[in-house]
């Protein structure tokens, strides 16, 4: 199993969302988050005056999958997620040793 984690721009959450649907992913965790990568932050001008805003806000998303769906799930955020524009974001794939349903004690890909 994998979990994978991205970080995209929040307008692409909606898009990402509706990709994955199709690849059998039934769940995931969505949070809402600040962060900087390269690009830094940016300015804004508010009332006349300038301000830098070194933390962007951004989307964090898990899902977790099988084995075999993993690449097909990176594939599909990076896809949707892209708008070639520098703060697109990042995602980590993350190898997960066991997962537990609480409601059932169903554990591993049955509790996915």
Same mark, same amino acid.
């Given at each position: 199993m994998k979990l994978?984690? !991205?970080?995209?721009?929040?307008?692409?959450?909606?898009?990402? $969302?509706?990709?994955?649907s199709p690849l059998g992913v039934t769940g995931m965790t969505v949070s809402e988050v600040k962060g900087f990568g390269r690009q830094g932050g940016h300015t804004e001008i508010y009332r006349g005056a300038e301000y830098e805003i070194h933390f962007v806000p951004k989307i964090k998303i898990e899902v977790a999958v099988m084995d075999d769906v993993a690449e097909n799930?990176? !594939?599909?955020?990076?896809?949707?997620?892209?708008?070639g524009k520098i703060g697109d974001?990042?995602? =980590?794939v =993350?190898?997960?040793?066991? !997962?537990? $349903?609480?409601?059932?004690g169903e554990t591993d890909g049955d509790a996915l």
């Amino acid at each position: 199993m994998k979990l994978i984690m !991205a970080v995209i721009k929040p307008s692409k959450l909606d898009d990402v $969302r509706g990709a994955l649907s199709p690849l059998g992913v039934t769940g995931m965790t969505v949070s809402e988050v600040k962060g900087f990568g390269r690009q830094g932050g940016h300015t804004e001008i508010y009332r006349g005056a300038e301000y830098e805003i070194h933390f962007v806000p951004k989307i964090k998303i898990e899902v977790a999958v099988m084995d075999d769906v993993a690449e097909n799930v990176v !594939a599909a955020i990076r896809e949707n997620a892209n708008t070639g524009k520098i703060g697109d974001g990042k995602i =980590f794939v =993350f190898d997960v040793a066991e !997962a537990v $349903r609480i409601r059932t004690g169903e554990t591993d890909g049955d509790a996915l």
